[in-house]
């Protein structure tokens, strides 16, 4: 995939993915944070802000899609309401933009990381 097929994080583009590429149906699509998340086994790539400001490259495991967000596993803590930038790569479509730390819960290898996408206005 070259970079010009990566595609802006948006809700439409989200909810076209989980319509055509992960089949499924659209009755499944609310509105509502109780979103049902689909299991979505991919690694995302993280820009996250050290102490300086400056984004860090990271790597990290995805485990379940919805339209609002995603949850990952990560090696380290990350802050509650920090904004992050993510990259989500398929062999369908690639995904750039932003999303912020809803939770980041102690797991035995890591944390159980909760992002809530960014969508642009």
């Not at 802000?49 to 919805?66: F, H, P, R, W």
């Not at 920090?82 to 479509?93: F, L, R, S, T, W």
Request: charged fraction near 20%.
């Amino acid at each position: 995939m070259n970079t010009a097929e990566i595609m802006p994080l948006t809700k439409e583009a989200v909810h076209n993915f989980l319509l055509t590429q992960a089949g499924i149906e659209s009755q499944g699509l609310s509105e509502r944070r109780s979103t049902q998340r689909w299991p979505f086994p991919a690694t995302v790539e993280l820009w996250i802000k050290d102490d300086s400001g400056v984004e860090q490259y990271a790597l990290a495991t995805c485990i379940n899609l919805s339209l609002y967000g995603l949850g990952i596993l990560y090696d380290d803590l990350l802050s509650e309401n920090e904004e992050v930038g993510i990259a989500i790569h398929e062999p369908e479509v690639s995904f750039h933009g932003r999303a912020i730390v809803r939770h980041s819960t102690s797991i035995e290898d890591g944390y159980y990381v909760g992002l809530c996408f960014v969508f642009p206005s």
